[in-house]
């Protein structure tokens, strides 16, 4: 029986990562996301799973973000019971993530219930804290490099990906020696804290993203921006709010204003991280130095503490959020969600964005049909808890500090290759920017690249 893959998430989209492998009649599905974005994308997220998941093998887990985790407790609560394969910091970062984003569902649809602003009735979390929880215990840890087996013949290792903490590219191996790259989503070089993407010279076959693969990253410096950002907050007693990933970005936000707090370039202000799941993450960042960069070790072998500026409270009680409401600035707060979809940083939105001294920060892509995609494009009101909300507020965005690789640098990635794949897929973006980046690949080294559809599958010969 030949090797096939079904892409099941992540096809002409950018969130909801599953890719389904069948190996010699064996069924291993790399990542299990949340989609995330308009309503359309979302409502796939309560269809059936396309094969029963008691029929699934294994699961292999790239990476702690929502859209390649965030499906794992409802896939588990339809009967999946066997390993999910991960590195150290994905796991640790799972356990904080996955029940955190369940108790959010959990709070939501309380909420919509409360003062009935949901479509259905009654509002359900996709699952609960509990379902979360007996997913953990599935998990199965493995070190960057470390082979091991997997159903249907097949092994496979976890490659450093630059992407976030514990980020790794799937390397697998099948019974016949051919290989398949899962790549997930490709980081960055020289960003701060963890190390920089493994260079690959082979694989039969290849899975690749696309997130910016219609852009270049912008040469702004992100010192020189919060530098400039913090002096105006303080010159108007601004309340900066930033919408921020808990895993990777706030840390990486973190970093940049704890530089620039040393070198004296910014005024003290208070600095509040708004997010259980951001506290418990910086703590995680700092635990696992098999995922840390030369520079990062370097400071933590000094003795500092490199993402914990001097006026820095992390925030993990409700009633503490709800505290800062009341509060003026001139002040920064963090809190997630990174696209304003959901958690802490609504609340705090609705308080504060018809109030023109407010600064809004985006810090990371904003996926189509998300509150922060339609504040970057100039929605003058926008929907918070079924209420209209005018938007008075000062709305920026970072283009420095994405975690994910541009067109040029996945271009320069792929250029180590020392022969073309067989087929390579691409995955993880907006039509637009899979298909410019589509183009760039067959332009620069005329290899066969796919563009597949959601739930369309292919041999693997």
Same mark, same amino acid.
């Given at each position: 029986m030949p090797q096939s893959i079904g892409f099941h998430g992540a096809a002409e989209t950018v969130t909801g990562s599953r890719h389904l492998l069948n190996l010699?009649? @064996?069924? =291993?599905? =790399?990542?299990?996301?949340?989609? +995330?974005?308009?309503? &359309?994308? /979302? +409502?796939?997220?309560? &269809?059936?799973?396309?094969v029963n998941p008691s029929d699934i093998d294994a699961v292999v887990i790239t990476h702690a973000h929502t859209d390649h985790i965030g499906y794992l407790p409802r896939l588990v609560s339809h009967g999946y019971r066997g390993p999910i394969y991960a590195t150290r910091a994905?796991? $640790?970062?799972? /356990?904080? %993530?996955?029940?955190?984003? $369940?108790?959010? +569902? &959990? *709070?939501? $649809? !309380? #909420? $919509?219930? @409360? #003062?009935?602003? %949901?479509?259905h009735s009654p509002a359900l979390p996709l699952y609960t804290e509990e379902q979360a929880y007996a997913s953990l215990k599935l998990f199965r840890p493995l070190h960057y490099f470390e082979f091991h087996d997997l159903p249907g013949k097949a092994t496979f290792r976890f490659l450093p990906a630059g992407h976030i903490l514990g980020a790794g590219f799937a390397e697998i191996y099948f019974e016949d020696g051919q290989r398949i790259l899962m790549g997930a989503d490709?980081? !960055?070089?020289?960003?701060?804290?963890? @190390?920089?993407?493994?260079? =690959?010279?082979?694989? &039969?076959?290849?899975?690749? *993203?696309?997130?910016y693969g219609d852009r270049r990253h912008s040469e702004e410096d992100p010192e020189a921006v919060l530098e400039a950002l913090f002096h105006e907050a303080m010159d108007n007693g601004s309340v900066v709010l930033v919408p921020s990933f808990a895993i990777g970005r706030t840390q990486e936000l973190l970093f940049y204003i704890s530089r620039l707090e040393d070198a004296d370039r910014i005024p003290r202000m208070p600095i509040f991280v708004d997010s259980p799941m951001a506290t418990s993450t910086s703590l995680i960042t700092m635990e696992h130095q098999e995922d840390h960069d030369h520079d990062m070790k370097i400071l933590l072998d000094e003795g500092k503490s490199p993402i914990h500026p001097k006026h820095l409270e992390f925030v993990r009680d409700r009633n503490q959020s709800k505290a800062l409401n009341s509060r003026t600035g001139p002040m920064v707060i963090i809190s997630g969600s990174g696209m304003a979809n959901g958690g802490r940083i609504v609340h705090h939105l609705k308080q504060r964005l018809d109030d023109p001294t407010t600064i809004v920060l985006f810090t990371g892509y904003q996926a189509e049909g998300t509150l922060g995609r339609s504040m970057i494009e100039g929605a003058p009101e926008v929907e918070i808890h079924g209420q209209r909300v005018t938007v008075r507020a000062s709305v920026r965005q970072m283009t420095s500090l994405s975690a994910h690789a541009d067109y040029e640098e996945m271009l320069t990635w792929l250029g180590h290759f020392k022969a073309a794949p067989k087929r390579t897929f691409i995955v993880h973006g907006d039509p637009p920017a899979q298909e410019s980046l589509h183009r760039k690949i067959v332009e620069r080294f005329g290899w066969e690249v796919t563009i597949p559809k959601y739930h369309q599958q292919f041999d693997l010969p």
């Open positions: 010699n009649g @064996k069924l =291993v599905l =790399v990542d299990c996301g949340l989609f +995330q974005g308009s309503r &359309e994308l /979302r +409502q796939r997220n309560w &269809e059936p799973f396309p994905t796991i $640790a970062l799972c /356990r904080v %993530s996955l029940p955190d984003s $369940a108790r959010l +569902q &959990e *709070e939501e $649809a !309380r #909420h $919509a219930n @409360k #003062h009935g602003y %949901s479509r490709l980081g !960055r070089w020289d960003m701060p804290i963890i @190390k920089d993407p493994t260079l =690959v010279d082979f694989a &039969e076959y290849l899975v690749i *993203e696309s997130t």
